[in-house]
Antibody
Framework: QVQLVESGGGVVQPGGSLRLSCAAS????????VHWVRQAPGKGLEWVAF???????????DYVDSVKGRFTISRDTSRTTLHLQMNSLRGEDTAVYYC???????????WGQGTTVTVSS | QTVVTQEPSFSVSPGGTVTLTCGLS?????????PNWFQQTPGQAPRTLIY???TRSSGVPDRFSGSILGNKAALTITGAQADDESDYYC?????????FGGGTKLTVL
């Protein structure tokens, strides 16, 4: 059964950093990519980033313009958890962050439950 | 900047049929936009209904169907039920990025 579990959310001051994690089970990062999507309080969904690894450990990654240069996706050595490193955080980054399994380049098919990030002084 | 458009709200009677749409501020939606549709109730994570235009996600009843209607993607719900009352979001693949619509609040009454 495919499952994703996010963690690492919390309260951070503007300009600070936070690392979110997305633990996956039931599928391999070698065959499926992962999206990060966020939802600000009372607002709609916003796509943040996507990463897909290949069998040779190469990868493709992309970010929405508003986080380029501040957010970075990485994978831990267990190869079952992805991390979203968020630096230089701003108030507008306050949101629930979800990771979602890629549906074979065609979108998102399974979602995690989300983790909340609050950027506030 | 590409904007994905959705009806802000819609209502349907129990047992009725409703079609929600997902368009582009400029241009047409096609299958190469890989439209996805998601259902979200307050406080819950989104649930994927449809991806790649018309592929139902696992466990989604066939009351939900996706298509291209004219120059927009469409989500049709037949035999609407009370628990279909939710927010519905679409997302399109545009210029290498995924862009969500603002969502449609569906009321069943």
């Amino acid at each position: 059964q495919v499952q994703l579990v996010e963690s690492g959310g919390g309260v951070v001051q503007p300009g600070g950093s936070l690392r979110l994690s997305c633990a996956a089970s039931g599928f391999s990062f070698s065959y499926y990519g992962v999206h990060w999507v966020r939802q600000a309080p009372g607002k709609g969904l916003e796509w943040v980033a996507f990463i897909r690894y290949d069998e040779n450990d190469g990868y493709y990654v992309d970010y929405v313009d508003s986080v380029k240069g501040r957010f970075t996706i990485s994978r831990d050595t267990s190869r079952t958890t992805l991390h979203l490193q968020m630096n230089s955080l701003r108030g507008e980054d306050t949101a629930v962050y979800y990771c979602a399994k890629d549906a074979g380049f065609y979108g998102m098919d399974v979602w995690g439950q989300g983790t909340t990030v609050t950027v506030s002084s | 900047q590409t904007v994905v458009t959705q009806e802000p709200s819609f209502s349907v009677s129990p047992g009725g049929t409703v079609t929600l749409t997902c368009g582009l501020s400029s241009g047409s939606v096609s299958t190469t936009s890989y439209p996805n549709w998601f259902q979200q109730t307050p406080g819950q994570a989104p649930r994927t209904l449809i991806y790649n235009t018309n592929t139902r996600s696992s466990g989604v009843p066939d009351r939900f169907s996706g298509s291209i209607l004219g120059n927009k993607a469409a989500l049709t719900i037949t035999g609407a039920q009370a628990d279909d009352e939710s927010d519905y979001y679409c997302v399109l693949h545009v210029s290498g990025m995924w862009v969500f619509g603002g969502g449609t609040k569906l009321t069943v009454l």
